[in-house]
């Protein structure tokens, strides 16, 4: 733990406690002098509030040297500098998760991108551990993309860089203009020591406008080749012309083109491959580019790539090159690239269309050359992420290779399973709008896309339209690819989750028995892919209230994954794991069943994110767990928790969201706050229809949670009529002897008891017991809470007898089963009704 001074100012010649990704320091940076007082003397003139400044204007002013130099001359005012590459307002909650450790905080792995991002910000604000503090926003966009990520109030700074002017109406900006001439002159003279007089210096920063980056590109020339400051003037009075005609750069400054050009010259000259290099790097992204992806180049020697990729020592002498050129930033800490966009776009627009689209197959080939064989693979997950940023700039869609279509869908596979599901959609939605306008519609990447299209589909809830899609593309796939092949599979499997989606709970339990076993015949007993199925088994044996038989299956697919050397992903694991948690409970069994989901729980956390949905899914069900066991403090933080995730993170009408909103409520309502948990559950309760239909047995149960809370709040008629809806749904749906119903039957006949029907109350109870102890056992909570409630019925009806004998044997099932201590043993004791919920699990 840093100690309790961290936060003191500074003195000079120390360096801050956390430095984090700041480019080294530019030796030759001239000038601006006036520019940094007045941005010192603009973010330390302020008494709360943190009053960004914005740094804009076009490209190749210096926008980002500018903000290098402040970090390092004033560095020694701060405890904490960071820096945030937004060129990507989607990635930016990263970059700021990643200080996360360094202010004693969780890790972004542990507590998840969004909530570790605002737990910094947060920390920050507060100036705990550090009360001096830096951040700076380089390449940022429109206002409203980046202004939610930083500090509203603290005593940091915050400077920011961007081309667009829209930062003028919104924080303090300093516009940053071309270099005056005698800074063009001082800086060619540190840039080319000797080798050009202040003359000379001078002509050529007229030509040059006095753009700093065409400067850099001179100086850099200059430097290199040791030409002639007449010569070099000469070809650049004699080339913009006729190069501005050829690509008809209007946007960029004359000067910047035609320095530009003169240094690609030379190095042309010099190293050709280097050449060659450098417009590959034009078709990537703006992004830092890995220099992997071109060490694992894996194409032959049709690639005019070859001869540079091909050979290590011409590759390194050209990545050395082009930064000896100031063509590229090296950064050898990330071992990445990185190409000024304005130097991007003119390398694209000097080449005609053909060459074009030549460098884009290449560099589309190289990126599904870079990309791990399985998406699945956590541990490869940040070898994708690098690849990410550079598929639209790219046009992966484009291309019509089978290998680059295979780094696609992918992509898109990386993307699902790592939880971020808006943009893995987008992806997939582009790519297939692409591919069915100029291919075969039974190409298999087709199918394989759709496959995925569906699953995301269902991930995001949007049931109908996935079991739509996935149906007419399992037809699809059976025909074209055969019953028996992977894809095919795939869709089988997934089909039953459809089937399940719609309430088919039984339709989809016989889907998932063929699946396994055509699974097992193709595939063998212990592959992964087999296990999956016998997973999906147990969630259809669990809906259909068989708990012991889905306990069983979910333990053996659970016990044989994580023994699985290969074939077995960690979300596998995880969603078998909270499937035994979730149906041990179900069992009745939940002390256990907490100890199962803190463990699978903590793997999650660890294995794959916070915010992974599958570790969402598993902290609700332990969320329950925590609050059937009793420990309802626990259970209410955790259960905000991940309600207030899955609202962020996937909006308030999906599945997840609106199962933690019920989660929520049932613990709101146990710890008798009940208006906030008759708000959140009539909105719940709004919301479900939409995803589920109105016919749904989700749709049903938590009409059943919402009438609790109606009699709990005392409007019993209310509470009746709505659980008699409730339960006349259910029967339609599942019959009477099935949880769900059994568990709105209870709850019903404490509204008629209410109501003072007492015989019609012990009718129903008598007959809810009975069906329990052959649905559940005769000592399961639930069924053991039927039987308290009968007592007090019984009472009711004046038949004490009977009531006496049931109570003693309901006290002593109680005490095997929870024990004494726990609050349904206690309100059973006293001769209390007990209320009883639902929760709706994963599909």
Request: hydrophobic fraction near 40%; glycine fraction near 6%; include cysteine.
């Amino acid at each position: 733990m840093e100690s309790e001074n961290v936060g003191r100012r500074r003195t000079a010649g120390r360096v801050p406690q956390v430095w984090g990704k700041i480019p080294p320091r530019n030796k030759n940076f001239t000038g601006r002098q006036g520019m940094l007082d007045n941005l010192h003397k603009g973010l330390t003139n302020r008494v709360t509030a943190v009053i960004p400044q914005a740094l804009h204007g076009m490209g190749g002013v210096g926008k980002t040297q500018v903000v290098i130099e402040y970090a390092h001359r004033f560095q020694a005012e701060y405890d904490l500098v960071w820096w945030i590459s937004a060129d990507q307002p989607d990635l930016v909650p990263s970059s700021l998760a990643g200080l996360a450790p360094r202010l004693g905080l969780e890790s972004a792995q542990a507590a998840g991108i969004e909530d570790s991002a605002a737990a910094v910000l947060d920390a920050l604000r507060r100036g705990d551990p550090y009360d001096r503090w830096l951040l700076i926003f380089d390449n940022a966009g429109d206002p409203e993309s980046i202004l939610r990520l930083v500090p509203a109030d603290g005593p940091g700074h915050v400077l920011i860089t961007s081309r667009n002017q829209e930062w003028e109406s919104v924080v303090d900006t300093v516009a940053v203009d071309v270099f005056t001439r005698s800074e063009s002159i001082e800086f060619l003279n540190r840039r080319a020591p000797r080798s050009i007089s202040e003359t000379d210096a001078r002509m050529l920063a007229e030509s040059l406008g006095d753009l700093p980056l065409a400067l850099e590109q001179a100086g850099a020339l200059q430097s290199v080749t040791g030409m002639a400051p007449d010569e070099y003037l000469d070809l650049l009075s004699k080339q913009p012309t006729e190069l501005l005609n050829q690509i008809r750069a209007s946007e960029y400054p004359a000067s910047m083109t035609a320095a530009w050009q003169l240094s690609v010259s030379k190095l042309e000259q010099q190293l050709p491959e280097a050449m060659q290099l450098l417009r590959a790097c034009a078709f990537f992204g703006p992004e830092p580019i890995p220099l992997d992806v071109f060490r694992r180049n894996t194409f032959t020697g049709e690639s005019a790539l070859s001869p540079v990729l091909g050979n290590a020592i011409r590759r390194s002498q050209a990545i050395r090159m082009l930064g000896r050129f100031a063509l590229v930033r090296i950064d050898s800490d990330s071992r990445t690239i990185q190409v000024h966009r304005l130097i991007q776009a003119l390398l694209r627009e000097s080449l005609p269309a053909d060459e074009q689209r030549e460098f884009r197959v290449e560099v589309q080939r190289l990126l599904a050359g870079a990309a791990p064989a399985n998406p699945d693979n956590e541990t490869d997950w940040p070898r994708y992420a690098e690849l990410v940023p550079h598929v639209r700039p790219a046009r992966i869609a484009e291309s019509a290779d089978p290998r680059v279509r295979r780094f696609a869908t992918n992509i898109v596979r990386y993307l699902s399973t790592y939880g971020d599901l808006a943009n893995a959609r987008a992806f997939v939605e582009e790519f297939l709008e692409t591919w069915q306008a100029d291919s075969d519609p039974d190409a298999r990447e087709i199918i394989v896309a759709k496959r995925r299209l569906g699953t995301i589909l269902r991930e995001l809830g949007e049931y109908r339209q996935a079991h739509d899609l996935v149906r007419d593309t399992l037809e699809q796939a059976r025909r074209v690819l055969g019953p028996e092949d992977e894809t095919t599979l795939g869709l089988i499997n997934g089909f039953g989750a459809d089937l399940r989606a719609r309430g088919e709970f039984a339709e989809a339990l016989r889907h998932d028995e063929t699946s396994r076993d055509l699974h097992r015949s193709v595939y063998g007993e212990r592959d992964g892919r087999t296990l999956a199925t016998v997973n999906n088994l147990a969630l259809d044996y669990a809906l259909l209230s068989d708990y012991q038989t889905a306990r069983d299956l979910h333990e053996a697919a659970f016990n044989a994954q994580s023994e699985a050397s290969t074939g077995v992903s960690k979300s596998n694991v995880l969603s078998s794991w909270n499937g035994l948690a979730r149906v041990v409970r179900l069992c009745g069994d939940y002390v256990e069943a907490r100890f199962l989901g803190e463990d699978a729980y903590d793997f999650g956390r660890q294995e794959l994110s916070a915010e992974n949905l599958w570790t969402l899914r598993t902290g609700k069900d332990l969320s329950i767990a925590m609050r059937r066991a009793g420990a309802y403090d626990d259970a209410l933080d955790l259960a905000q928790d991940i309600f207030t995730k899955c609202n962020r993170q996937l909006g308030a009408d999906r599945p997840d969201t609106l199962a933690a909103a019920m989660c929520l409520s049932n613990i709101l309502r146990t710890i008798g706050r009940i208006d906030d948990a008759l708000t959140l559950a009539e909105d719940t309760v709004d919301r479900y229809p939409k995803v589920y239909g109105e016919d749904h047995p989700y749709n049903m149960g938590c009409l059943g949670n919402l009438a609790l809370l109606y009699r709990v709040r005392g409007r019993a008629e209310e509470a009746r009529a709505l659980n008699e809806r409730a339960l006349a749904g259910l029967h339609a749906q599942l019959g009477k002897d099935h949880h769900y119903p059994l568990t709105v039957a209870i709850n019903l006949a404490s509204d008629r008891h209410a109501l003072g029907e007492f015989d019609s109350a012990r009718e129903l109870g008598a007959d809810s017991l009975a069906r329990l102890k052959t649905v559940l056992g005769e000592e399961h909570p639930v069924t053991l809470g039927c039987a308290a409630n009968l007592v007090v019925d019984l009472r009711a009806a004046g038949a004490d007898e009977e009531a006496e004998a049931l109570a003693a044997a309901t006290i002593l099932g109680y005490n095997r089963t929870l024990g004494p201590e726990h609050p349904d043993t206690q309100v059973a004791a006293i001769g209390n009704r007990l209320d009883f919920d639902f929760d709706a699990p994963p599909i």
